[in-house]
């Protein structure tokens, strides 16, 4: 008796798992149409989809009853002072000096072809993948259509998911798809839609790999960058030291200015660097990562191309102050401070109320970006509260109160 009620139980345990596996499997076939229009042969997507589950350990999925599982990229859940560590820009600094000589040749005619710095691409491939060191977790097929199927983007995933199977329709190899949480490919860590618009074969052997190939992995980075708006010639940013009472909460970038104008409202560049007359007539904004603590940045266009490479402030800081390292340059002039980082859902409550007041119009999403930042500025203002445009435990429970 005890047996059959422990079977019992066991079946009972077991039975949303199958129906939930049945209905992946149901909605696997229902993409085989547009696999079809996309070139996709019956053979290639039968062998990508045979046996294939759902991840259902991924993050930024929407599961019925099930509690959302928040993405934890390094960008998104870690303080600047963090994620920006000079243990990191030292070696990885030290790695891509030796990669600037090895692959002289090859950056010269990346940056000739697409305007974009060998330094810039090289910072990219080292915040990416370690320089190729760092090993792709996830099967992308399975990550991809897991996204598809039940995460918060179905509709971006989908088509994600389609072309990565068009990927291996035109031969690449199922081992080489590999990839992040959310379905990066190769050193320089592309979507399968990005590969199709920017993927260059650069060494000419016929075949864009940017699993294998390091001139075609960097001098598709660079095309995207070029694509993306990247303008030859021009700093992605300039650190500055930010004047006494400078209004954090103007930190937009929809506030920009000649960076003449800035140094004449007191702004300093880093070691006095002195500016030619073009980059004085550069526009920049304001960006101060940690409010009014650490080290404050006027940001050229290049910053905000950067960003669209990877959507994270912290991540464009990385990459261009690595690439600034890389050619030589000097660590942030001002420290970052030793801040703690509020809860994703603190932050998210932060922005909902901020939200309410009319003060924040972006997306809920737990992350402490430059317009959340903005935000709280003005709340503070608004409160007459100190105004250093950072979130924390304090402000938020005046919020409450």
């Known amino acids: 008796m005890i047996r059959f009620v422990l079977a019992v139980m066991l079946c009972l345990a077991a039975a949303p798992s199958f129906a939930a596996d049945a209905a992946f499997q149901q909605w696997l076939q229902s993409t085989w149409p547009d696999a ?3 070139g996709v042969s019956r053979a290639t997507f039968d062998a990508a989809t045979q ?11 929407a599961i019925p009853g099930r509690p959302e599982k928040q993405p934890q990229q390094a960008e998104f859940v870690q303080t600047p002072g963090q994620y920006l560590r000079e243990a ?7 790695r891509g000096k030796q990669l600037a000589v090895q692959y002289r ?3 010269a005619r990346i940056e000739k072809t697409f305007g974009v710095p060998g330094n ?3 910072a990219i491939w080292a915040r990416e993948t370690d320089y190729g060191g760092y090993a792709l977790p996830l099967d992308a097929i399975r990550t991809l259509a897991t996204q598809a199927y039940v995460g918060k983007r179905k509709d971006f995933f989908r088509n994600e998911f389609l072309t990565a199977l068009k990927m291996l329709q035109d031969g690449t190899p199922r081992a080489d798809m590999r990839s992040s949480w959310g379905g990066a490919l190769g050193l320089t860590q592309f979507l399968p839609s990005e590969y199709y618009k920017h993927a260059v074969d650069f060494d000419g052997d016929g075949r864009a790999d ?11 980075a660079a ?9 030859k010639g021009e700093r992605w940013a300039y650190e500055v030291r930010a004047p006494q009472g400078a209004d954090c909460s103007r930190g937009v970038p929809e506030i920009a200015r000649p960076i003449r104008e800035w140094i004449r409202r007191g702004f300093v560049p880093a070691y006095d660097r002195k500016l030619g007359v073009r980059e004085l007539a550069l526009k920049a904004s304001l960006l101060q990562p940690e409010g009014s603590y650490g080290p404050a940045f006027l940001t050229t266009k290049n910053y905000y191309v950067i960003k669209d490479y990877n959507f994270s402030d912290l991540y464009v800081l990385f990459v261009g102050h690595l690439s600034d390292r890389i050619a030589g340059g000097k660590p942030f002039e001002t420290p ?13 409550l932060m922005q909902q109320k901020l939200a309410a007041l009319g003060l924040y119009q972006d997306k809920i999403d737990g992350k402490a970006g430059l317009l959340t930042r903005a935000a709280l500025g003005a709340y503070q203002k608004a409160n007459r509260l100190t105004v250093d445009c950072w979130p924390t435990a304090t402000v938020l429970d005046h919020m409450r109160r």
Do not use: C, M, Y
């Open 51 to 61: 046996n294939l589950e759902p991840d259902l350990s991924l993050p930024d999925l």
């Open 223 to 231: 095309k995207q960058l070029a694509g993306k708006g990247w303008r």
């Open 336 to 348: 970052w401070s030793k801040n703690a980082q509020l809860k994703t859902s603190e932050v998210e």
């Open 105 to 107: 040749d090859t950056l």
């Open 88 to 94: 990191s820009f030292d070696r990885l600094a030290a």
């Open 120 to 122: 810039v691409v090289l």
């Open 36 to 38: 079809q229009a996309l």
């Open 210 to 220: 940017i699993w294998h190939s390091v001139p075609d992995a960097l001098a598709s």
